[in-house]
């Protein structure tokens, strides 16, 4: 019985210590935090505004993608302005499951679309170490996805880690952050 009060307190205990270090690392995050959250929502508006999001969006020609955005995808290059500061802004929509064809995105894309992911520069001074860019990845409605912890995926997402955002934009060529490169100069 001894053993099993002892091993019951130390789940306890365990499961308390788990629960506060969630919350310290959500606080910690570089990304998903209110701010961020905010700042997300008010680009989605920015991008409707421009018809680059929402059921008004005007479509590019779609092309094979790979992962992790999407099987098709289209991506678009504009400028945005939010808080009275214009940015470069890249759009990429995801499309999938895997196996769909670029003819079947072409035909319904609504149906298709898995995801919408942003690139929009920010100010001097936002991230200098990874080109100020503001990164974000919302679901077809405009709500922000999560995630496997639960984070909102808007800010400097996976900053300092060896996978997400960051980690695989910093590789782009030309130091800019940007795969395409010629489409923002």
Request: a negative charge; charged letters at 20%; hydrophobic letters at 40%.
């Amino acid at each position: 019985m001894k053993t099993t009060n002892r091993l019951a307190r130390l789940a306890g205990i365990a499961a308390f210590v788990g629960a506060s270090m969630g919350g310290a690392f959500a606080q910690m995050a570089p990304f998903g935090n209110d701010e961020d959250v905010s700042y997300a929502a008010d680009l989605w508006a920015a991008m409707e505004a421009i018809n680059l999001a929402g059921p008004d969006a005007i479509r590019s020609y779609p092309y094979e993608g790979v992962e992790p955005h999407g099987f098709v995808l289209e991506t678009l290059y504009a400028k945005a302005t939010l808080g009275g500061r214009t940015g470069d802004l890249v759009v990429k929509r995801n499309y999938g499951p895997a196996g769909v064809e670029i003819e079947a995105v072409q035909a319904n894309a609504a149906q298709h679309l898995g995801a919408v992911t942003v690139m929009f520069k920010r100010e001097a001074g936002y991230d200098d170490e990874n080109n100020n860019w503001f990164y974000a990845k919302y679901l077809p409605d405009g709500s922000l996805d999560k995630n496997p912890a639960g984070l909102q995926l808007a800010g400097r997402v996976a900053k300092g880690m060896d996978q997400g955002c960051i980690a695989c934009h910093s590789a782009a060529p030309g130091e800019d952050f940007i795969f395409t490169t010629d489409h923002i100069r």
